[in-house]
């Protein structure tokens, strides 16, 4: 294991995991690691260039670690930046709960390849994700033919736990978010309410063979 100055060897260890989990993923071989612990009950890393992650890959993080505070993404420097209490300094710390924001939707921001019967969720998922922040930022709705994405670009830092709770209350809309690093982007995967949410496929139930 390597130990980085500064940092006790269980947080040394969950270090090397983050970059051990991170690296697996197509497109890390340009990543690289920068580590603050100066601090006396806190330390920083920092993911420059990470490859294209989903939420579900970055909800992996506070998994190995109990202690993470938070995990900020910056997409216009192509950054993940994770804080978390030193070892034996975070366990009688109260995590922060994150609430969801609205904002109004512009009055001339076009809405009109979404469905009718599409427009209620998408419409409320949009002004959470214009809650993230008070500044402004780019998007883009695109159609397909079961879902729409909709691309967030320009937007300043922000708490990947706020976009976990995105995902938590219209998770019967959102199939998946990903951090596209490289493209600078949030994509959301937006389900279009004509398309099951399940595809049920019932397949035979092959019988093992045992053989003595």
């Known amino acids: 294991m390597k130990r980085h100055k500064g940092l006790h060897d269980n947080d040394s260890r969950f270090v090397e995991e983050v970059i051990k989990v991170i690296s697996s993923l197509d497109g890390s071989s340009t990543m690289k690691l920068r580590v603050y612990s100066k601090f006396p009950t806190k330390f920083s890393m920092i993911l420059c260039n990470p490859p294209k992650m989903t939420l579900n890959d970055i909800s992996q993080i506070p998994m190995m670690n109990n202690n993470v505070i938070s995990i900020q993404i910056d997409l216009n420097t192509s950054e993940i930046k994770i804080d978390a209490y030193k070892h034996k300094e975070g366990t009688k710390k109260r995590k922060r709960d994150i609430d969801l924001d609205e904002n109004d939707i ?93 595809n049920i496929q019932t397949k035979k139930r092959k019988k093992l063979k045992l053989t003595h």
């Open 106 to 198: 512009p009055i001339n921001y076009d809405l009109t390849m979404v469905d009718t019967i599409d427009k209620q969720h998408v419409r409320g998922i949009f002004r959470n994700v214009l809650g993230m922040t008070f500044m402004e930022f780019n998007s883009e709705i695109t159609l397909h033919a079961t879902h729409y994405i909709l691309r967030i670009t320009d937007i300043e830092l922000f708490d990947s736990a706020y976009v976990k709770e995105l995902m938590e209350k219209y998770r019967a809309f959102i199939a998946k978010i990903v951090y596209d690093f490289p493209r600078k982007s949030m994509d959301i995967k937006i389900r279009r309410n004509d398309v099951p949410i399940f």
